[in-house]
């Protein structure tokens, strides 16, 4: 997920469990954003902000505080949630929908599916051909190089013979598949950050849509892939602790 304290810095480590460091910390409960929560320790490993992960009552880690350094009274608090995209952008209106399988046409998910293309990545690589482009969390942390031949325009993800790396373009926003790991299509909020992310990452084509109309279309169909080529949030005030 992304740091908000500071912007750049991304928590990869969002497991539910407990860290070493908090496993026999005796912590008072404590409420942010109207959660009662266990604080931990500081975790000393993060030295871009004073960072405590934050547990239920099962002592499953819901979430982190992170402090700015020089003044420890501005905090942000970020949170896990079900969709990882939602972790990522601290954006808990992401929706999960079907499998990309079952928004597929039958004859192409078979295709992908008999060809062990099932992973984000995978995907992407055999859609570079045409318009569609997938794009999982991992992604939104670091967008992968394209390898292109300038002579018969073959372009894959792994390094080839002639071939000149060139950022992952995206020709067209409504031809934008956001997947998790489990290949479950997800669905952004209008107002969602992604948009920015992605465009400050590599600019869109010019025939992308507006985004309002881009939403609404994602929201009923999936695109099909092509035959296979030969704001941060608002700064939430932590309340006394309670007693």
């Known amino acids: 997920m992304f740091s908000v304290v500071s912007?750049?810095?991304v928590y990869t480590d969002v497991s539910r469990d407990?860290?070493?460091?908090?496993?026999?910390?005796?912590?008072?409960?404590?409420t942010f954003d109207d959660r009662e929560v266990y604080r931990g320790s500081r975790d000393k490993k993060y030295t871009h902000a004073n960072v405590y992960w934050l547990y239920s009552e099962e002592l499953e880690r819901v979430g982190c505080v992170e402090h700015d350094p020089v003044n420890h009274s501005k905090f942000q608090t970020l949170w896990f949630h079900e969709n990882p995209f939602a972790t990522l952008m601290q954006e808990e209106e992401?929706?999960?929908?079907?499998?990309?399988?079952?928004?597929?046409?039958?004859?192409?998910?078979?295709l992908f599916l008999a060809n062990g293309w099932?992973?984000?990545?995978?995907?992407?690589?055999?859609?570079?051909q045409g318009p569609t482009r997938v794009i999982s969390p991992s992604m939104l942390m670091k967008m992968p190089e394209v390898f292109e031949c300038v002579k018969c325009s073959k372009k894959s993800l792994t390094?080839?013979?002639?071939?000149?790396?060139?950022?992952l373009d995206f020709p067209s926003?409504?031809?934008?598949?956001?997947?998790?790991?489990?290949?479950?299509?997800?669905?952004p909020p209008s107002s969602s950050r992604v948009w920015s992310l992605i465009t400050?990452?590599?600019?869109?084509g010019a025939d992308s849509l507006p985004q309002e109309q881009?939403?609404?279309?994602?929201?009923q169909t999936a695109p099909s892939p092509p035959p296979p080529s030969p704001q941060p949030s608002p700064t939430p005030e932590q309340q006394a602790p309670s007693q």
Do not use: N, Y
């Open 18 to 30: 407990i860290v070493e460091h908090d496993i026999d910390v005796v912590s008072d409960l404590w």
């Open 118 to 128: 099932t992973t984000p990545t995978l995907f992407l690589e055999h859609c570079l």
């Open 214 to 219: 881009v939403q609404e279309q994602e929201r």
């Open 200 to 204: 400050q990452l590599q600019p869109l």
């Open 159 to 167: 390094r080839f013979d002639h071939g000149t790396a060139r950022p």
């Open 94 to 110: 992401w929706e999960s929908h079907d499998t990309i399988w079952a928004t597929l046409p039958q004859r192409s998910a078979e």
């Open 7 to 9: 912007p750049g810095f």
């Open 173 to 187: 926003k409504e031809k934008i598949l956001f997947l998790d790991d489990d290949m479950i299509v997800c669905v």
